[in-house]
């Protein structure tokens, strides 16, 4: 090889390492998938709130979703490793996997069950439908009531309890239907119910 076709070779060599180098430098700068680490809780009702803990959300929304089961979710807030969202009121019960999409690229997935939900004309008919639903026995199991809203007599908190049993907390919002089943869970916080819409002035059980 001549003089020249060497420093022809070595310089085509350095353009192809340094363009290789760029391209490589570029996707390593480019954002990654949204990783979803948990989702909390992880089954609920239509409209139930839950909050996601992962990485690489963003730092806002923009135009990146949050699915279940492929239908769009309802965001009430969104951080880098934290949003926060509602079951889409379209999915019937069953279960569904929870997507982050950003930037048109997904998350992993992650399993949500959605139970059937129910209405009533008052919250008994409807606790005794739900839990029988879900196969636990209400034979001698005592319901009351734990507490209603003052600013918005709509909504109330009700339990049903039986020695030797986990004590089940109902949320109820009433509408021209008659009273809905919104939240429910052996430990409801207030962050879950604030996020389904409940007066602030009805607390969770301590």
């Keep these: 090889m001549t003089g020249s076709g060497r420093k022809h070779f070595y310089l085509s060599a350095a353009v192809c390492i340094g363009t290789a180098l760029l391209v490589s430098m570029a996707a390593g700068c480019g954002p990654g998938a949204p990783v979803i680490k948990s ?5 609920g009702l239509i409209k139930t709130g839950f ?15 949050v699915t279940v089961g492929g239908k769009k979710a309802p965001v009430l807030d969104w951080s880098e490793t934290s949003i926060e969202a509602t079951v889409p009121v379209k999915l019937t019960a069953g279960k569904y996997p929870v997507v982050v999409t950003t930037e048109g690229v997904p998350s992993n997935k992650v399993t949500y069950t959605v139970y059937a939900t129910f209405t009533g004309s008052t919250p008994l008919p409807a606790m005794l439908e739900f ?4 196969k636990i026995d209400t034979e ?3 319901f009351s009531v734990v507490a209603t809203s003052k600013a918005n007599p709509a ?4 339990k049903g309890e039986k020695d030797g049993e986990p ?7 009433e509408t021209a239907d008659g009273w809905t089943l ?3 869970g052996t430990d409801l916080t207030a962050e879950q119910m604030k996020i389904v819409g409940a007066p602030s002035d009805l607390k969770p059980p301590e």
Excluded: A
């Design 51 to 65: 909050k996601i803990s992962g990485t690489t959300f963003g730092v806002k929304q923009g135009k990146s979703t």
């Design 39 to 43: 989702v909390k809780p992880n089954r």
């Design 155 to 158: 909504w109330k908190l009700d």
């Design 182 to 184: 919104v939240e429910f």
């Design 167 to 173: 004590t089940y907390y109902f949320l109820f919002h």
């Design 140 to 142: 001698g199991m005592e």
């Design 131 to 134: 839990l029988k639903n879900r």
